[in-house]
DNA sequence: ATTTTCTCCTGCATGC
DNA sequence: TGCATGCAGGAGAAAA
């Protein structure tokens, strides 16, 4: 599942890419989230200048010969299977491979994506999905007075829903998904379903902070894991064997030997120890106002 | 206006 | 062996 760590791995991935000219460019017919542009053929003779990310999406600027502004930006979201693995021309396309580019170093870019939920588009026609995005978690403004902020900055009432789906919002803060969640989660000590309101400033200084370093963690190990995986495999290397919640329902804790448990918050399952992750019922009475 | 549920899609695990 | 069922999830759309 490509959270924010998972889409700068593959970001980095596409360096030996960097500079180098579209000669072709194929693509299946199935529709993803978003039908693919008929227009990918225009890439042909453009340059990869530089790819960017925001958020989960990753953007390719593609330049003209000799051109110093960019000429068109690709737009692409993994989704929840998506891939961007590096093959050669005479590579079998596998099934599910939905969009196929060629550069002129016979490096073939494959967009891979079972399930269909990523997208492939022009980033000029995305604006309504990148326009309303939030804060990028590792940039300087997110912290927990950014966190309580939003909590209680909104229009009328504060935000009383669990904070586990505050922290997935991405009109609030970017990037983090049902893994990183679970995880951030647990190292801060919060049960995730506790409503938002009722944090105060030092339990969400320490949920950012963990936010921050879980993440920031998870981008190491897949840099050093990216040289292992044979491009274009999203299963191998990556962050599982360090998680301590996610997808260990049923397992000791590894704090207090405890077994996890998991429920259901707003339709994702959510593991937690109900041990180390109390429950909070009561506005604090402290740092109110 | 805000919050929950539904929906898209396929692969995999489970159960009869 | 095979088929039905359920679950996984990013995130917008629809429903509550």
């Known amino acids: 599942m490509p959270e924010l760590p998972e889409v700068e791995t593959t970001k980095t991935s596409l360096a030996p890419l960097l500079g180098h000219t579209i000669t072709w460019v194929n693509t299946s017919q199935k529709r993803l989230r978003e039908p693919l542009p ?6 042909v003779g453009l340059s990869l200048g530089q790819v960017r990310r925001r958020a989960k999406y ?14 068109k930006t ?17 590579t079998p396309i596998r099934k599910h491979d939905h969009v196929m580019i060629g550069f002129d170093n016979d490096i073939t870019l494959h ?3 079972p399930r269909r939920f990523g997208m492939v588009m022009w980033a000029k026609d995305a604006s309504s999905y990148l326009d309303k995005l939030g804060i990028e978690p590792l940039e300087e403004g997110f912290d927990g007075e950014y966190l309580y902020n939003r909590i209680w900055q909104t229009p009328k009432r504060p935000i009383t829903r669990p904070i586990k789906s505050v922290i997935m919002e991405q009109k609030i803060v970017v990037g983090v998904g049902n893994i990183y969640a679970a995880e951030s989660l647990f190292l801060s000590g919060i049960h995730p379903a506790t409503p938002a309101n009722l ?15 879980i993440l920031t963690k998870a981008i190491e190990v897949g840099g050093s894991t990216l040289k292992d995986f044979s491009v274009g495999d999203n ?30 918050i707003s339709g994702r399952a959510s593991v937690f120890c109900p041990s180390c992750q109390p429950l909070i019922t009561t506005p604090p009475i402290s740092l109110k106002n």
């Open 38 to 43: 008929d227009t990918l053929d225009t890439l």
């Open 58 to 71: 990753l953007l390719l600027d593609f330049y003209q010969p000799h051109s110093h502004a960019p000429d």
């Open 74 to 90: 690709l737009l692409i979201h993994l989704g929840m299977s998506g891939s961007l693995g590096q093959f050669t021309k005479s």
């Open 111 to 113: 967009y891979h994506d």
């Open 199 to 213: 944090l105060n400033q030092e339990q969400l200084n320490h949920l950012a902070a963990h936010i921050k370093a």
């Open 235 to 264: 299963q191998t290397g990556y962050f599982q064997q360090t998680l301590l919640a996610y997808g260990r329902a049923g397992n000791p804790c590894t704090i207090c030997h405890l077994p996890l448990e998991t429920m259901q």
